[in-house]
């Protein structure tokens, strides 16, 4: 449908890690099968050493044999060796010790966030001073473009619920001769890529083909940084990826749809703590619009 179509190498973390995980497991496992051998063979030698041998034939404790207690010790430690590898290493390795780490940060920056909050909202002025505007490479403008129904919707399977002729023309006069960041089910929207725009698709997918030109990233970060050398990139969707940019970008160009609808993919609520609106061009409907909508610009504050 694209034409020629290349192959570009893709890692995914998530699987690095748990390939590691998983060779790191089978290496406790095998060490923990060698030394049950190695016991199993000991124990068989000792036995051999004192019945047959003679070796400390007469050494007893508590009227047992030495090689008992020998046995018994070296069965301890085998045991102790099984306890490490299916209980502590497994559930309270340094993976746990980071969940847990990760768990204790969250929790104390869920209670700064909430007091933020508090005093954002008593003392708005002196918040607005002393919160640093989020920074993206190269100084750059990061905008999020979209089009919301008034319950935020934005979409249903993977499909825009309207069509608002003056939207998808302020779309192409805003976005023509730029970066546009979108996740994989957004690029997979499009019948073939937009024109005159330089396409940048986040995907986990491993060997994700794409026509030549569109850049391929493993992240968001990974967008923007692919996304430097533009001044004015936007970000076009999906729903996962307007809940991550929503923290960092520096403006959002929001039609808003008088209207509510049905659906799957949602956009985030606009939080007037941290944005103000700019800008607003209201439009009623007519024989090209089905519904009435306004052109606003938020801006962080």
Same mark, same amino acid.
């Given at each position: ?12 973390? =998530? ?8 060779? !790191? ?35 007893? %404790? ?20 099984? %306890? ?22 969250? !929790? ?5 966030? &909430? ?5 954002? !909202? ?89 026509? @030549? ?26 729903? =996962? ?11 959002? =160009?929001? &039609?808003?749809?008088?209207?509510? %609808?049905?659906?799957?993919?949602? %956009? ?18 007519? @024989?090209?619009?089905?519904? @009435? ?9």
């Amino acid at each position: 449908m694209f034409g020629k179509k290349k192959e570009i190498p893709q890692i995914d973390k =998530e699987q690095l890690q748990l390939i590691e995980n998983a060779q !790191k497991r089978i290496k406790q496992k095998k060490s923990l099968y060698v030394h049950f051998v190695v016991f199993l063979i000991g124990a068989v030698f000792l036995i051999l050493a004192n019945t047959v041998l003679g070796i400390g034939k007469t050494v007893m %404790f508590f009227n047992l044999n030495w090689f008992v207690y020998a046995i018994l010790a070296w069965l301890f430690l085998f045991l102790y060796h099984a %306890f490490n590898v299916f209980i502590t290493n497994r559930f309270m390795g340094k993976d746990w010790e980071q969940k847990q780490l990760d768990k204790l940060v969250a !929790k104390q920056q869920n209670k700064i966030n &909430t007091l933020k909050a508090k005093v954002e !909202k008593e003392h708005p002025l002196v918040m607005t001073k002393q919160t640093p505007k989020p920074k993206t490479p190269a100084q750059t403008q990061l905008t999020i473009i979209v089009a919301a129904a008034k319950n935020d919707v934005i979409g249903k399977d993977n499909k825009l619920i309207w069509h608002l002729r003056d939207d998808l023309k302020r779309f192409k006069t805003l976005t023509s001769g730029h970066h546009i960041i979108m996740g994989r089910k957004t690029f997979e929207s499009f019948p073939k890529p937009l024109p005159n725009r330089t396409h940048v698709v986040i995907t986990r997918q491993a060997n994700y083909q794409v026509p @030549d030109g569109v850049i391929v990233v493993n992240s968001l970060k990974d967008a923007i940084d692919a996304s430097r050398n533009d001044q004015q990139p936007y970000i076009i969707g999906g729903g =996962e990826i307007y809940k991550e940019a929503i923290k960092i970008v520096d403006k959002v =160009e929001l &039609t808003r749809v008088h209207h509510a %609808f049905e659906g799957d993919t949602y %956009f985030p609520q606009i939080d007037p703590l941290h944005w103000k609106e700019t800008d607003r061009k209201d439009h009623t409907k007519d @024989d090209n619009h089905d519904y @009435d909508f306004s052109f606003i610009t938020y801006e962080r504050l």
